[in-house]
């Protein structure tokens, strides 16, 4: 048990420090500040994304131009995937939930390096500068996806540079913060932590840090080169000087498939932190999810040609890589197994934070399983460069990842801001996004089994339907996204004052004051037992 | 990232014997690959290579004398990296 | 420091990549640009490295023994050393660029597309490793002041281990772009 704090200490919200005002968050070594600095950034930066995304589905409700020609697509698409992708999925749940709520998960009064975590968080924004200037210069917006496949991003004379340059920059801030949470975990659990007593969040957090590490040079060398395309001619990847498109493509997908598992390790944490206190029993088969989390983060690794089947690889590649990429679904599948036994004869309470997990359940089941159908080679054929594969990301990734973050910052809220946010409003907000969200996104299936390409502003009369309801379905979602927000951003100085546990959780985050003191524990606490007992704790 | 709990304190005439048996290897190789040995030159500078930087590893970065989870995941980091690169040539190696 | 180390082996790895690549489908024409390259020089750079490894390495153990000023010595041999190795590049390089051989030129291109992918891999390779060596000058120098002024002493030498770590991967990336540019030919 940890002792209670009598109120005497300034929440990290109040404490004033050597700086006065924003210059006291914006040079503030604090995880909690810094969590919330990236939570406004990549809020900021997510609603840019949303709104392009928007833009797209305005422009796809008909055939032909609606309101944008193709030139102009091109840029949209871009800049969408650009910033989802750079600014949003990859940072988001480490740089935000896990720099506010590792330290305090495993006892600990900061990270590692705090000021090497604030440096993260400038680099971030320097990258972001960067790569957004490349809507504004003198040439035009990049056009090439966010994917930059060469030769075209070597040929084009859009920004292709500031771009390139911005996602090269992303990259050292996230290799600082996977730097930072390694050493954290290995260095700084509280007394009695042992490995094996470490909640499940934490361990996805050091999954995914490694794979930050060990992947995001790689994508690093690989912008560089198309640098050195670019401006001196080198040759890597011109065919007329001998080099090789594929390779490009290999040396990206070698890390843009580990990024995904970057995305999505830690959205799986979430789940396993927020189905245990939800159904107030502790979660099924804790080893087998620590395991399964490192072997999806190794077999990850090996996946990256399943995004270049059409490429022409050789046989034995396409081979390999369709095989291994069904053997990485089956820690996934194994997770998935392992959520649903932790809710049977749970004691389940029906709140906000369950309803985003439950949902989360759903949607990551349909984007891994239509994963499997790409992996599945002769269907890659046909459905490749298709809707079909817009389908299925945007279910795992905006679906896993999107749902498990927007369950974590409600289950999380009260404790970060120290007021409830409107159940009513969010639990509203819920049920439009997800419908929506259903209806944006699963037409896709069919229009890309049907043969409608993705990236093209235009498309045959006999898609027009259902790119009606896609887009309908978007406006939706997004009214149901401001629902959220705004329910949030609300709630977050007016809500009611919240408890230290609302819910009833048993890791060390429920334990402290709500919102947290600056160095989060006044004495270390001393770890004695497994981390998912529930037999003492209710909501308080 | 520091474990300073131990001081091992490595002698100069280590580190000297060390940078001798560098500077053969290296002598070493440019003598074989001088003689026409077709690709096994290649293989056996490379060969060397690596030994010289196991030394390095070993006796420079105090390899030896470290914690042995920086043994693990230098192990760790090289294997995912070699595996990468067999992977690529899955493509490579067996083109039409 | 280590971590930091991981990233550097695995951005270097992918132009070692490209490398082995390029290498496997243009055997003849690498082993023919390769000859274009100074071996001596080559083999001069190696151990002019090696030895800047063994002084920094030494360099610590000066410190713990609180031999001052043979820390200082050896410090300084290892930038001098430093130095050394990137007077010879520059010549090297120069001596490539007044050939007309440089990424983008006519005449590379007119060699051939293994000739270019070689001598593309060669600046961009030796290019990177030069960069870090300056950083690692840069990095030494700091290492130097802080010994010359006892910031750094038996007590407190951590930094000195994690830049001579630093300056030791740089000597790593070195032994192995040596036989790969300089001893296949």
Known sequence: ???????????????????????????????????????????????????????????????????????????????????????????????????????????????????????????????????????????????????????????????????????FILGFSSILTGLNFIVTIHRMRAPGMNWLRMPLFPWTLYGTAWIQLLATPIVGITLLMIVAERTLHIGFFDPTLGGDPVLYQHLFWIYSHPAVYIMILPAMGIISEILPTFARKPIFGYKAIVISTMLIAFIGYFVWGHHMFTAGMSGTAQFAFSFLTFLVAIPSAIKVFNWLATLYKGSIQLKTPFFWAASFLFVFLIGGLSGLVLGALAINVHVHDTTFVVAHFHFIVFGGVGFAFMAAIHYWFPKMFGHMYDEGWADTGWVVFFTGFLFLYFPMFILGIKGMPRRYFDYVEEFHGLNIVSSLGAFLMIFGLALVIINLIRSARHGKPASMNPWGGVTLEWQIPSPPPLENFEEIPVITKEPYDFSEVKPS | MSTETKTHIVKYKTYFFVLLALLLMTFISVAITSIDLGGLAIVGALLLATIKSSLVLWFFMHLKYENVMFRVMIGFVLFIFLAVMIVTFLDYGFQR | MWLFIFTELLFFGGLFIVYSVYRFKNPVAFHLAAEELNTSIGTMNTVILLISSMTVAMSITAVQLRQKSRAIFLLSATIILAIIFMINKYFEWSGKFGHGIYPGSEKLAELGTGEVLFFGLYFAMTGLHAFHIIIGVIILTIMLLKVMNSTLNAGYYVQLENGGLYWHLVDLIWIFLFPLFYLIA
């Open chain 1, 1 to 167: 048990m940890v002792k209670k704090i009598q109120g005497n200490d300034p929440s990290y919200l109040e404490y004033k420090g050597r700086f006065k005002g924003i210059f006291g968050w914006i040079f503030s070594t604090d995880h909690k500040r810094i969590g919330l600095l990236y939570l406004y950034s990549i809020g900021t930066f997510f609603i840019v994304g949303a709104i392009l995304g928007l833009l797209m589905k305005f422009e796809l409700i008909a055939p032909g131009k609606t309101i944008m020609d193709a030139k102009t697509y091109n840029g949209i698409f871009t800049l969408h995937g650009i910033t989802m992708i750079f600014l949003i999925v990859i940072p988001g749940i480490p740089a935000i939930l896990g720099n506010f709520f590792l330290p305090i998960m495993i006892g600990a009064k900061d990270v590692a390096f705090p000021r090497l975590n604030l440096l993260s968080w400038w680099v971030y924004i320097f990258g972001a500068a960067v790569a957004i200037s490349s809507q504004f210069l003198g040439d035009g917006p990049p056009d090439t996806g966010w994917t930059f496949y060469a030769p075209y991003s070597f040929k084009t004379t859009t920004n292709m540079l500031p771009a390139v340059l911005g996602a």
